[in-house]
């Protein structure tokens, strides 16, 4: 029996090590069939549920590294667990089971091993999967990035005008005004005449 229990809890703690949400329910009251139907709608998101004496999911959850406290569970335990990216949609199937059947309440539980109460999971429940929540950033970020653009190129524009309207004040070189640095050449008349040639009779 003692190799038994230790069977049972190798495999719960290999089970929650690989979950990326572990959420324990009191599944009392439930139906054979509502157990059957819950099963089946958290399989279809990549979950899974089981039923387990709650003295041996505490020592494997422990054993996995998560301090699982469930007080007032003297029996069993329903747990459901999801794989990555999942733990949304089987936190919203969990929660609309039980708002449907009065059953299954989610008491507590870890999301990428975050201990978190029975209403923040119930407020977990209500965002938007993670692939969605996804496209929803990257559309944020690609709106800020198109407004950011745009109020550049607005204060590009504004410093060349700026800047032309300045070199427009300024008017340039004066025409007709040589450079700095080059001697003026002299005018035509008044340049040296050749000297006159002497007599011939000097």
Same mark, same amino acid.
């Given at each position: ?38 099963? %089946?709608? =958290? ?50 199937? =969990? ?46 970020? %690609?709106?800020?990035?198109?407004? =950011? ?10 410093? =060349? ?8 004040? %300024? ?19 008044? %340049? ?11």
């Amino acid at each position: 029996m003692r190799a038994e229990k230790q069977f049972v809890i190798d495999q719960l703690k290999a089970t929650i090590a690989a979950a990326s949400a572990v959420i324990f329910t009191d599944y009392s009251g439930t139906s054979a069939e509502q157990m059957r139907v819950l099963r %089946q709608a =958290l399989y279809e998101r990549n979950g899974r549920y089981l039923v387990v004496k709650n003295r041996l999911f505490v020592r494997a959850a422990e054993a996995a590294g998560l301090e699982a406290e469930l007080p007032g569970f003297a029996g069993q335990v329903g747990v459901a667990f999801s794989d990555e990216d999942a733990s949304i949609p089987v936190l919203k199937a =969990l929660v609309d089971f039980h708002k449907e059947k009065e059953t299954v309440g989610v008491l507590g539980g870890f999301v990428n091993q975050r201990s978190y109460t029975g209403a923040q999971l119930r407020a977990l429940s209500m965002l938007p999967p993670k692939p969605v929540m996804r496209a929803q950033m990257l559309g944020m970020l %690609q709106t800020g990035l198109r407004g =950011l653009v745009t109020v550049l190129a607005g204060r590009l524009r504004g410093l =060349l005008y700026v800047i032309n309207a300045y070199i427009d004040k %300024q008017g340039g070189v004066p025409a007709g005004e040589a450079p700095a640095g080059e001697p003026d050449s002299p005018a035509p008349d008044q %340049q040296s005449e050749p000297p006159a040639e002497a007599n011939a009779s000097d």
